[in-house]
């Protein structure tokens, strides 16, 4: 008994469209996750500096807009609430915490000598600026 064979080769294809789908929605998603990184709504202008570090330790950090208006936590905040603010800080953490005030570069001075004399009141002992590091 002969058998006949009846088979035909097709070239296979490779559909891209769904490719391109998943490749849109990842970009989408990656787009809206990373802008809830940052902090919404707290426009400060960091001064830049040269010798600016980097600290990788408990960091407690107090903004300071153009206008003066003080913010932690991105809540505003006066100077009598942010002292009491920073007592209870320094009662939670129990660790050497510092304290990175962002004061935005067109601020007044005295805001921020303020701001770092109520830290100190609360216990606060190490204290720095927030700047921008200034490349060449």
């Given at each position: 008994m002969v058998f006949r064979k009846h088979y ?26 990373s802008s809830f990184i940052m902090q919404p ?96």
């Amino acid at each position: 008994m002969v058998f006949r064979k009846h088979y035909s080769l097709t070239k296979g294809e490779i559909n891209l469209t769904p490719l391109v789908d998943v490749v849109f929605q990842l970009i989408i998603f990656f787009m809206l996750s990373s802008s809830f990184i940052m902090q919404p709504g707290i426009k400060v202008k960091l001064p830049k500096a040269e010798t600016t570090d980097i600290i990788k330790e408990k960091e407690i950090f107090i903004d300071i807009t153009e206008d003066g208006t003080i913010l932690f936590k991105g809540k505003k905040v006066n100077l009598h609430q942010l002292e009491n603010i920073l007592k209870e800080e320094i009662k939670n953490k129990k660790e050497d915490i510092i304290l990175i005030i962002k004061g935005d570069k067109e601020t007044k001075h005295g805001i921020v000598v303020n701001v770092m004399d109520i830290a100190r009141k609360s216990g606060i002992e190490r204290i720095a600026i927030g700047t921008i590091p200034e490349f060449e």
